[in-house]
């Protein structure tokens, strides 16, 4: 089937690729009143492209939720205030007393035994210019890969901590984090448990070090994995604008929020889906 053919077999959307690597813009899409046709075609679109964008969305908060809904059971983020109404909201702000510190390459809560299927964010209010957010194919990152390479890291597992980021943000230590979160031990290189590819699995954010291997040893490797993710060529960008939405799969692609736009305020709210324990599966 030619790419134009797979574009056409949606029937409530035109898909509109940002690059070759990953991404479209799902135009047409009305998120308001979504039912099962609308839900299949956004998750074939998803699986697809890895990250799929939507413009001149309307949405409200209860809607934002019910629509990340119809894809999974959602996530509650231990940095969502327990007394907020819609705790399936994690409200991101920043403005002149808050820096932006999503800018490394990462996926969402690794760090959970079930990380997340994806996350789907809403602008609510945006610089005049700047505050972008990046996308990595690590699908793609692992094909690029030698040979050499992927024989190292295959089979591989490394932790995923979340005192890494979140025990100076929340103000706890890090045993009291993992009290609650305990760190996790994902593949390094996990198969899609859809579409079966082979993609990388750590990241800056959330990744420790390698399970049973010299620290030293560790930490270069996971500096050339992380890396893979800054080459543009596997990457896309977003550029925000009023009513824009964005929904990534966590499971195969990382993302970078630029925090180019300080002292200027940015407001985005997420909800995550839940998915399912990362696998390394050698047949595939």
């Not at 996308?135 to 030698?146: H, I, K, P, Q």
């Not at 980021?165 to 305990?182: D, I, M, Q, S």
């Not at 390094?188 to 699995?201: A, D, Q």
């Not at 909800?271 to 047949?283: E, H, L, N, R």
Request: hydrophobic letters at 40%; proline letters at 7%.
């Amino acid at each position: 089937m030619s790419a134009q053919a797979e574009f056409d077999a949606f029937l409530r959307f035109e898909a509109r690729p940002l690059t070759p690597a990953l991404g479209a813009e799902l135009i047409g899409a009305d998120l308001t009143r979504p039912d099962a046709q609308l839900f299949d075609e956004v998750h074939s679109a998803l699986l697809q492209y890895k990250v799929v964008f939507f413009r001149d969305q309307a949405l409200d908060r209860e809607q934002h939720i019910a629509f990340a809904r119809g894809f999974g059971e959602l996530e509650i983020h231990p940095a969502t205030p327990a007394d907020q109404p819609d705790p399936e909201v994690l409200r991101i702000a920043h403005g002149p007393k808050s820096r932006g510190s999503e800018n490394n390459w990462h996926s969402d809560v690794t760090w959970r035994e079930r990380p997340s299927l994806g996350s789907i964010l809403r602008a609510i209010e945006l610089p005049d210019n700047g505050g972008d957010t990046l996308f990595a194919n690590m699908v793609m990152a692992y094909d690029r890969l030698s040979d050499a390479m992927k024989e190292k890291i295959d089979g591989l597992v490394a932790v995923h901590d979340i005192a890494r980021v979140f025990a100076k943000r929340l103000g706890k230590a890090p045993e009291e984090l993992h009290e609650k979160y305990p760190p996790s031990e994902h593949p390094v290189v996990r198969t899609h448990p859809e579409t079966k590819e082979r993609l990388i699995y750590v990241n800056d954010g959330f990744t420790s070090h390698i399970k049973d291997m010299d620290a030293q040893e560790s930490d270069a490797l996971l500096k050339k994995l992380y890396q893979t993710a800054w080459n543009p060529e596997v990457q896309c960008r977003f550029r925000w604008a009023p009513g824009s939405m964005a929904f990534w799969d966590n499971r195969a692609c990382q993302h970078f929020a630029a925090s180019d736009y300080f002292p200027h305020v940015r407001v985005m709210e997420r909800v995550t889906i839940a998915g399912d324990k990362p696998y390394f599966d050698a047949s595939v």
